[in-house]
């Protein structure tokens, strides 16, 4: 408890992490306290900070119990039945539109696992926040984590007839500086968009609209709607483009695809839960995307 307090910063977070209420969490640090005869925390109305003593007592704990952390997952694996509880965080347009089902299915293989599952686009420290793996799309930046490749994800232009027949088809990237652009805000540079020339070269174009979303499903609408252009994953994109609500643009132009990939801390002994897991992505996601399916 103590080193959950530590990594979460507060008592109720840590509680929440080891399924346990606050009350009862302060009361083993206590416990902890007592035994040891040294303060470990410092408690306010507002915060827990570590004393020095706390410090030092938690940089030579924490390697201790991974340690028992390993070993135990090395007796469970041994048996190699998947079982436990297993943290997962996701992109949230990706996960709910596409992961779910995976994971529904992943949930009736294996009724002895306990899914948790965490949609947001913040990039998570699995480690420091106590998750056993992630789905990211994108480059993979963090050295400390071993990736999985499941797919890729073309990124697309798209746009509506109505839109198309009021302003005009792009035919070369240069031509969006004439368009309405609608920015997905999730996009680190999200006016400015990228495209591969026909020789393979890379290129950034810089565009500008009056429709801002921090969400792709958002943008797509807005596309949909007539009001502008969108960049957009192919996996948002796929129903619109079977249907003909809208249509892709600059095909000879787009982007070099993003991977998906799983992601996992380094450990000597992968828990059976987390490698049943990317095994059952992997095998999901083999081939060509299924919403890649009738473009």
């Not at 005869?37 to 004393?51: K, P």
């Not at 299915?105 to 990039?123: G, K, N």
């Not at 990124?155 to 652009?181: F, M, S």
């Given at each position: 408890?103590f080193?959950?307090?530590?990594?979460?910063?507060?008592?109720?977070?840590?509680?929440?992490?080891?399924?346990?209420?606050?009350?009862?969490?302060?009361?083993?640090?206590?416990?902890?306290?007592?035994?040891?005869?040294?303060?470990l925390?410092?408690?306010t109305t507002?915060a827990?900070s570590a004393?020095e003593?706390?410090q030092a007592y938690?940089?030579?704990?924490?390697?201790?119990l991974?340690e028992f952390?390993?070993?135990?997952?090395s007796?469970?694996?041994?048996?190699?039945?998947p079982?436990?509880r297993?943290?997962?965080?996701?992109?949230?347009t990706?996960?709910?539109?596409?992961?779910?089902?995976?994971?529904?299915?992943?949930?009736?293989?294996?009724p002895e696992?306990?899914?948790e599952?965490?949609?947001?686009?913040?990039?998570?420290s699995l480690?420091?926040?106590?998750?056993?793996?992630a789905?990211?799309?994108?480059?993979?930046e963090?050295?400390?984590l071993?990736?999985?490749?499941?797919?890729?994800?073309?990124?697309?232009?798209?746009?509506a007839?109505?839109?198309?027949?009021?302003?005009g088809?792009?035919?070369?990237?240069?031509?969006?500086?004439?368009?309405?652009?609608?920015?997905?805000?999730?996009?680190?540079?999200?006016?400015l968009?990228?495209?591969r020339?026909?020789?393979g070269?890379?290129?950034?174009?810089?565009?500008a609209g009056?429709?801002?979303y921090?969400?792709a499903?958002a943008?797509?609408?807005?596309?949909?709607?007539?009001?502008?252009l969108?960049?957009?994953?192919?996996f948002?994109?796929?129903?619109?483009l079977?249907?003909?609500?809208?249509?892709?643009?600059?095909e000879?132009?787009?982007?070099?695809p993003f991977?998906?990939h799983?992601?996992?801390?380094h450990?000597r002994?992968?828990?059976a839960?987390?490698?049943?897991?990317?095994?059952?992505?992997i095998?999901?996601?083999?081939?060509?995307?299924?919403?890649?399916?009738?473009?």
């Amino acid at each position: 408890m103590f080193v959950a307090v530590m990594e979460t910063g507060s008592f109720t977070a840590a509680a929440a992490r080891l399924g346990t209420s606050s009350g009862q969490a302060s009361k083993l640090v206590s416990r902890l306290e007592a035994e040891l005869g040294v303060r470990l925390l410092n408690r306010t109305t507002r915060a827990v900070s570590a004393t020095e003593a706390g410090q030092a007592y938690f940089e030579r704990i924490r390697p201790l119990l991974e340690e028992f952390d390993i070993l135990d997952l090395s007796i469970k694996n041994s048996a190699q039945v998947p079982r436990g509880r297993l943290r997962l965080t996701a992109p949230l347009t990706f996960g709910t539109m596409e992961l779910t089902p995976a994971l529904n299915d992943f949930a009736m293989r294996y009724p002895e696992i306990d899914l948790e599952v965490s949609f947001t686009d913040r990039v998570v420290s699995l480690v420091d926040e106590g998750f056993d793996m992630a789905v990211r799309v994108g480059r993979t930046e963090d050295s400390s984590l071993i990736a999985r490749k499941l797919c890729d994800v073309r990124i697309v232009l798209v746009g509506a007839e109505r839109y198309l027949a009021r302003r005009g088809e792009p035919t070369v990237p240069g031509d969006l500086a004439g368009h309405d652009c609608i920015a997905d805000t999730n996009f680190r540079e999200p006016n400015l968009w990228r495209f591969r020339a026909a020789d393979g070269e890379p290129l950034a174009i810089p565009v500008a609209g009056r429709l801002r979303y921090s969400n792709a499903e958002a943008c797509l609408q807005a596309a949909e709607a007539g009001l502008g252009l969108a960049y957009v994953p192919g996996f948002v994109a796929g129903p619109a483009l079977r249907t003909g609500r809208v249509r892709r643009l600059l095909e000879a132009f787009e982007p070099a695809p993003f991977g998906v990939h799983a992601l996992y801390p380094h450990s000597r002994h992968l828990a059976a839960k987390v490698r049943a897991l990317v095994d059952c992505l992997i095998e999901r996601y083999r081939g060509a995307p299924h919403w890649e399916n009738d473009w």
